[in-house]
């Protein structure tokens, strides 16, 4: 069941072990960033939060498809952030039998606090290289942001 997969040939990234090592640095990256950043609360719950942020209120169901998860452990989720006051319930305006979830003010405070955190280890490491290194990694931003929108 752990079937290694294909690596197509790619002209500057031409054997799997480029693609591991990019694979890993990504990883490595985005895990001390969170680190460096969570706190107390999940890695989960920094996720809804995320996605709140980004698509506002919403229900159990739309945070479940967001985050790819079943609906329950979705519903695990806000509660424990509910609990932390990091979220709140409200009826839906249109529908009342819905119930929307929504960032509170705390939680709102807490995100942008994940946030700064995460920016300043980044910015710290970063600081560290030259500047010719640090053009490179401009240059190759929008490259690593069409990686996200490439379908699967």
């Known amino acids: 069941m752990n079937a290694v997969a294909e690596v197509p040939e790619i002209a500057d990234l031409s054997s799997v072990d480029d693609v591991n090592r990019l694979r890993l640095v990504l990883l490595r990256t985005a895990r ?38 079943q609906p329950p452990s979705a519903s695990r989720i806000v509660s424990n952030l509910e609990v932390q006051g990091l979220v709140v319930r409200r009826p839906d305006g249109v529908d009342r039998r819905r119930v929307l979830i929504g960032l509170s003010p705390s939680g709102e405070e807490y995100l942008a606090g994940v946030r700064r955190a995460g920016t300043s280890w980044l910015g710290s490491r970063l600081a560290r290289l030259a500047d010719d290194d640090l053009a490179r990694l401009g240059a190759a931003l929008p ?9 699967s």
């Open 32 to 69: 001390n960033i969170r680190t460096h950043s969570l706190g107390d609360v999940t890695q989960s719950q920094v996720a809804v939060l995320a996605t709140l942020w980004r698509h506002g209120d919403s229900t159990i169901g739309q945070i479940a498809e967001h985050e790819h998860v």
């Open 143 to 151: 490259v690593l942001e069409r990686l996200l929108e490439v379908e």
